[in-house]
């Protein structure tokens, strides 16, 4: 059923940014603002929240029995059909709610071409909607982080496992296959990404996904994966070494050890994301390595894998209890080898900062 | 490659639609234009096609090495990192490439939030591009068309195994799972949208994606999959009666058959997708369940699972020769039950209509 639980922090947060309406589309917004989630395709549909605590859900005639189910019985639905389209509909709706010429922000999942035709419709003033959306859940309650604690203990396990089962000769493919039988096997609900599985050169492009190769003797293997335990995610990656580490590999893997100890190091109450991002930055930067440190030192995690705060370069934003965020800076030397370590960081509500993932950083080895 | 093939057609349509630019995502569109088609996530990128052949593409850092393998080594390419975001990249290319105040289509993955921030950078007419995109690829080529033969023959196959395969006390997860695996023992690349296995009551909901129930003596089990091959989608739905059937089911979907028939007799070369569908419409309104077909007759397939033609009540385009689309009226009971039978069908070049999948359309029974 519609959980109007957090309701009131978003009316607070849309008052506070003059926001009149939100809209999401099928997406984990909606899911945490909601506790549902449709499988949509090409048609519209999306909840619309409006600061005085009225909503209405619009979806097409083959999705209204789906969805009825989630509201109850009086909601107010717009159903629309193939034959009419989804336009006379919504503009009944925004009329029908009183808001047209209000300052509508919109959720990630809704298509551009539909912004375009809302725009055709009806005299509205659209703001992207995403930052106010994640600030609903940026801060994690203790329950919330409960069950990011077992959704990190599930990716150590799944990382540990790893180490026993992959050898050379097998493919990329396989050891993702595997990497989803044991999250299930453990008690996941499911994956929170697509797992990246790079050896070779395949590591130097920091999301891979061709998982093409098939690992070598002497091949740098990156592992980055993560699973969904109760709607939330967690997210680990570790470089592991194939039948031993040359000595160029082991200098670039420690940098990035230290780089990550840096940041993890850094991230405490009150200090801002930039600070973070530069504490791991300096540290690469100053062994000669900037160029290949390619992306953000990190990036919040909760309901979706990425979310706010952004453990980036320009987010001055401070870190507050019941953060929960990323750290993994990396190494990636184009067309050579990229290596990264990566746990997930929480400020906890007694203001420590607490490392979920408990996976050694130590050089991995696997036998030949 | 970056496959330059199709940009002719495509400057003849941005042309005649007074389009100086379009603007596609990661999709299957790109694709289908270019060859290749990048995991993402909520980085943007996208590829920026001119009305007289230039291009340019712009990712983060994070993609780069990836995506320079598809393009010539002097391809315009602009790249942004975490710490800037990608807005003054964008503008930049769009400065350079001369395309402020000029009439830009963006393609159906483009987000609303992008293009928020998009308008809020420099001044273009944004338009809706999907139409204009689909056009690209709604006539499909002989050898299109051998490819989807293959494609629907894999899927009568499946559904072939299924009859053996189903029993009562199996979930419907199970014999999703199944329908993968056939898939893939067949020689699929991988499916063309995830099955829906729908059971009991389920199958009122025309898109249940649950997945949740156990097959029952006397149940009605309604099947929609498809694969995807060389990068063409099939797509088939059957209705399986477990056990037996009653009067009531029989008389249902007998109907269903019917109305699915004069559609199919009806989508001749030169017919409107509006007549089409009304055909359908009328088999079943003059029998009096009108209001239980709740979806169009049927959609274009090709490289997506949906595109154009979209064989509905609003759409007053003409098939023509090399036109690919299922034919799938429905009949839902919300509540009680779904039925339907979906075939893809084609105009060919020989200007014949060509219903592509074979598996019989007569009641099944499988055994309890």
């Known amino acids: 059923m519609f959980d109007l639980s957090k309701m009131d922090k978003l009316s607070g947060l849309m008052r506070k940014n003059k926001i009149d ?29 409006t600061c ?13 029995e789906d969805m009825r189910r989630w509201f109850p019985e009086d909601a107010p639905f717009y159903v629309w059909n193939d034959g009419q389209g989804f336009h006379e509909s919504l503009k009944k709706a925004v009329t029908d709610f009183g808001l047209t010429h209000k300052r509508i922000a919109l959720g990630e999942t809704i298509r551009a071409v539909d912004l375009i035709d809302m725009e055709s419709l009806f005299s509205c003033e659209f703001v992207n909607g995403v930052s106010l959306l994640e600030e609903l859940r940026i801060i994690k309650t ?26 050379p000769g097998m493919t990329e493919k396989e050891i993702k296959l595997k990497i989803e039988d044991l ?20 590591n130097s492009r920091p999301h891979y996904r061709e998982d093409a190769g098939v690992i070598a003797p002497k091949d740098v293997l990156l592992l980055d ?8 995610c967690s997210d680990i990656s570790r470089t592991f070494f194939i039948g031993g580490i040359s000595t160029e590999e082991e200098r670039i893997y420690t940098l990035a050890g230290e780089a990550q100890a840096a940041a993890v190091k850094k991230a405490r109450e009150g200090v801002r994301c930039c600070d973070v991002d530069r504490a791991a930055r300096d540290c690469i930067e100053k062994n000669g390595m900037g160029d290949y440190f390619l992306n953000r030192t990190g990036h919040g995690i909760g309901f979706d894998v990425h979310e706010a705060p ?26 050579q080898v990229g290596m990264r370590v990566e746990d997930i960081v929480v400020i906890n509500h007694q203001g420590e900062t607490e490392v979920l993932n408990q996976f050694t950083r130590d050089i991995i080895i696997i036998k030949e």
């Open 142 to 167: 203790e329950q919330d982080l409960d069950k990011m604690r077992t959704a990190a203990r599930l990716a150590d396990g799944v990382m540990e496992d790893l180490t026993r089962f992959i050898r």
């Open 52 to 64: 005085d605590r009225r909503y209405f859900y619009i979806c097409n005639l083959i999705y209204a």
């Open 183 to 202: 999250f299930m096997a453990k008690g996941a609900d499911g994956l929170s990404f697509s797992p990246i599985v790079a050896c070779g050169a395949n």
């Open 225 to 232: 994966f993560g699973c969904r335990y109760q709607g939330f």
């Open 21 to 49: 309406a939100v809209v999401t589309g099928p997406s984990n917004t909606l899911e945490f603002m909601t506790g549902f989630n449709p499988v949509g395709c090409e048609r519209f549909q999306a909840l619309f929240i």
């Open 310 to 335: 952004y453990i980036s370069g320009n987010n001055e934003r401070c870190l507050e209890r019941g953060m929960a965020f990323s750290i993994e800076p990396g190494i990636c030397i184009p067309g």
